[in-house]
């Protein structure tokens, strides 16, 4: 069993109250596990999750087993005062979505200079690259993070870099990095480490994966009998034709209501109790159908099914569909080498608010609406819930033949 967890204030995890350091970060990670009820495990942690992992390590020992990190930061004063305040500025949505265009190109031309900023020959990478999809994948996170990244990444690099002492008693730790990792050559500034520690330079990401994952099967872990459930929020799965994967969902796991929402939308952050909430299949943190999306109801219908059998939920409410039409309604917002999918995404839903539908912005079409809903907070969940609606044009017109 493998659990990845969102660091606090990234992916899905609530953001530390006040302004928190490294130390609070490390007693974070073991809340996780108690929560879990997961009393020691095997670890393994990459650049700053190093960091977080290392210094838990330092503080709760006796709760690992072995640990697997992938580069450890040494800083030195000339390149600390280098990152300064340009490394992590505030990034907060904007009116208009310009936000969206800075995250775009910071992103990009983080493979192509370290620090990002520093866009001059001396700080060049060897991994540069422009590839559309890994760029988005770290923009979304960045989106889902908000400026909660930056009380993370603030907290990891004022981090004290001391690995624990040569005659520390802590489990054995593997660290290594591969070419092209701005933290390879500081292997070289570790000094020393405790008899089970070491370090080594490997030559590309899968071998610093593999061994990693080699390490940390060396040390005997104690299965967990059976992990605590959260109740609130999780995932089932489901398995019928077209789609084998899992659900997500939020809200009352003892509502009697299921609440399916709309096309292009996900199931809201801020659940009432009266109901639970699902993304469907491509949507929110669902996965995706087995192949091409059905746009059949029957394909849709059975998921729903499956669902309400293992939720045990007595009634079905749908969210109502938007006006317009389906082809119109859902353009391609696969990601681009220049970002235009995120504006795009952007000006939809500031659009989706003032007309109906979005794409006819004409005097004939306006509708009523609240002032509040264009504050760029609310713009942004609704931003984020069309960029991960990979099936609403799909679910659109399966919906319009139920």
């Not at 609240?370 to 969940?381: I, K, M, V």
């Amino acid at each position: 069993t493998c659990i990845a967890p969102d660091t606090p204030g990234f992916g899905q995890s609530d953001a530390l109250p006040g302004n928190p350091e490294i130390n609070e970060y490390a007693d974070a990670l073991i809340e996780t596990l108690d929560a879990l009820g997961i009393e020691k495990c095997a670890a393994y942690g990459f650049h700053s999750g190093g960091i977080i992992l290392v210094t838990a390590v330092k503080r709760h020992a006796n709760r690992f087993t072995t640990l697997a990190i992938g580069g450890y930061a040494i800083w030195t004063p000339a390149e600390m005062e280098l990152f300064s305040d340009k490394y992590l500025p505030a990034f907060h949505p904007s009116q208009y979505g310009e936000h969206l265009a800075w995250l775009w190109n910071r992103i990009l031309e983080q493979s192509w200079f370290f620090p990002w900023f520093a866009a001059d020959d001396e700080h060049r990478l060897s991994v540069a690259n422009d590839d559309p999809l890994r760029v988005d994948a770290v923009v979304r996170e960045m989106l889902d993070a908000g400026n909660a990244y930056q009380a993370g990444y603030g907290a990891v690099l004022r981090a004290p870099r001391d690995i624990p002492a040569g005659d520390a008693d802590v489990p054995p730790c593997l660290i290594s990095a591969y070419t092209g990792d701005p933290l390879q050559e500081h292997i070289d500034r570790l000094g020393v480490m405790p008899p089970s520690w070491s370090a080594r330079k490997v030559a590309t990401p899968d071998e610093h994966q593999v061994v990693s994952l080699e390490h940390l099967l060396q040390a005997k872990t104690e299965l967990v009998a059976e992990l605590k459930a959260v109740p609130d929020e999780g995932f089932i799965a489901v398995e019928i034709e077209n789609f084998n994967g899992l659900i997500h969902w939020r809200g009352n796991k003892a509502a009697s209501t299921l609440v399916l929402h709309a096309p292009g939308r996900a199931s809201p952050k801020d659940t009432r109790h009266d109901a639970i909430y699902i993304d469907l299949a491509g949507h929110g943190l669902s996965d995706d159908w087995l192949g091409e999306a059905p746009t059949n109801w029957d394909s849709w219908s059975n998921l729903v099914t499956a669902c309400v059998a293992q939720l045990e939920v007595e009634e079905i409410r749908y969210e109502p569909l938007p006006a317009g039409d389906p082809e119109l309604l859902y353009p391609d917002l696969s990601p681009d080498r220049f970002g235009n999918y995120l504006t795009s995404a952007w000006q939809i839903v500031r659009a989706t608010e003032m007309f109906e539908p979005w794409y006819k912005a004409t005097a004939a079409h306006a509708i009523s609406f609240d002032p509040d809903s264009l504050r760029p907070e609310a713009l942004a969940a609704r931003h984020l819930d069309l960029l991960n609606a990979r099936t609403a044009k799909e679910y659109h017109f399966a919906s319009l033949a139920k």
